[in-house]
């Protein structure tokens, strides 16, 4: 898919920013709609369809956090790269716990932001992987694991999933029982380990022991100092 074909929700209280930034993704060939507050953000997301979502935290009448979590009720797959100005890592956590992908703190460079957005669509286009079954799924334990669809369900049940967690539940999947040091989960799922994603990376493992607390059979187990290990007990086992 060419990148003309991608659209781009740019929300940017600050004019000269979000003149700067949609000016360079249309000379990118991206399609950009921007918004200059969080209100409006929710109104353009209502009518109009999105490939990915570039959030300002600090908006006018609804901060980038309230919009982010609204969005994720509605959508649980559209991209959304998190704009702050902010310092405090707690507050960075929790735009990667409400279901942001990732932030780029300000100021940036275009280049780093260009390349950030054209991982994420790459990704969201292309999320399928290697060690699927004919039809698309994995099996881990009980569970059935739909990388396409963003899914992981047990039973009758089944829940969204966001695409780092998606990405995040493949990594384990494609490689259980073995001892992942936490350097090599940051590289290969974030891209990078420094010190923030290491603390973003908790928050994500404690969400997904409840994702599979249904199967006793699939353990996140933490080793101090070390990474994890996802074990997966087979049902004939």
Same mark, same amino acid.
């Given at each position: 898919?060419?990148? &003309?074909?991608?659209?781009?929700?740019?929300?940017?209280?600050?004019? +000269?920013?979000?003149?700067? $930034?949609?000016?360079?993704?249309?000379?990118?060939?991206?399609?950009? &709609? +921007?918004?200059?507050?969080?209100?409006?953000?929710?109104?353009?997301?209502?009518?109009? &369809?999105?490939?990915?979502?570039?959030?300002? $935290?600090?908006?006018?009448? !609804?901060?980038?956090?309230? $919009?982010?979590?609204?969005?994720? =009720?509605?959508?649980?797959? %559209?991209? /959304? /790269?998190?704009?702050? +100005?902010?310092?405090?890592?707690?507050?960075? #956590?929790?735009?990667?716990?409400?279901?942001?992908?990732?932030?780029?703190?300000? @100021?940036?460079?275009?280049?780093?932001?260009?390349?950030? !957005?054209? =991982?994420?669509?790459? *990704?969201?286009?292309?999320? @399928? %992987?290697?060690?699927?079954?004919?039809?698309?799924?994995?099996? #881990?334990?009980?569970?059935?694991?739909?990388?396409?669809?963003?899914?992981?369900? /047990?039973?009758?049940?089944?829940?969204?999933?966001?695409?780092?967690?998606?990405?995040? =539940? *493949?990594?384990?999947?494609?490689?259980?029982?073995? %001892?992942?040091?936490?350097?090599? =989960?940051?590289?290969? %799922?974030?891209?990078?380990?420094?010190?923030?994603?290491?603390?973003?990376?908790?928050?994500? #493992?404690? *969400?997904? *022991?409840?994702?599979?607390?249904?199967?006793?059979?699939?353990? #996140?187990?933490?080793?101090?100092?070390?990474?994890?290990?996802?074990?997966?007990?087979?049902?004939?086992?």
């Amino acid at each position: 898919m060419s990148e &003309t074909a991608f659209k781009i929700m740019l929300v940017e209280d600050d004019e +000269a920013l979000r003149f700067i $930034v949609k000016d360079n993704l249309e000379q990118n060939k991206f399609r950009v &709609t +921007a918004a200059e507050d969080g209100e409006i953000a929710l109104q353009l997301f209502e009518r109009e &369809t999105f490939d990915l979502i570039i959030l300002d $935290v600090m908006l006018p009448k !609804i901060d980038g956090f309230r $919009v982010a979590e609204k969005i994720r =009720i509605k959508n649980d797959q %559209v991209p /959304i /790269i998190f704009l702050t +100005a902010r310092s405090m890592t707690e507050d960075k #956590i929790k735009g990667l716990t409400i279901g942001g992908d990732d932030y780029i703190p300000k @100021p940036f460079s275009m280049e780093e932001l260009l390349l950030k !957005i054209r =991982i994420f669509l790459r *990704r969201s286009q292309s999320l @399928p %992987v290697a060690k699927s079954t004919g039809d698309g799924f994995m099996s #881990i334990g009980k569970f059935r694991f739909q990388p396409q669809d963003l899914s992981l369900s /047990i039973g009758n049940q089944s829940r969204n999933l966001t695409l780092k967690e998606a990405e995040l =539940i *493949r990594f384990f999947a494609e490689h259980p029982n073995r %001892v992942l040091s936490r350097n090599e =989960i940051l590289e290969k %799922v974030w891209g990078s380990d420094d010190y923030f994603l290491g603390r973003s990376l908790d928050v994500f #493992i404690s *969400r997904l *022991r409840k994702y599979f607390k249904d199967d006793p059979g699939v353990k #996140i187990t933490n080793l101090h100092g070390i990474g994890f290990r996802f074990s997966v007990k087979q049902e004939d086992q």
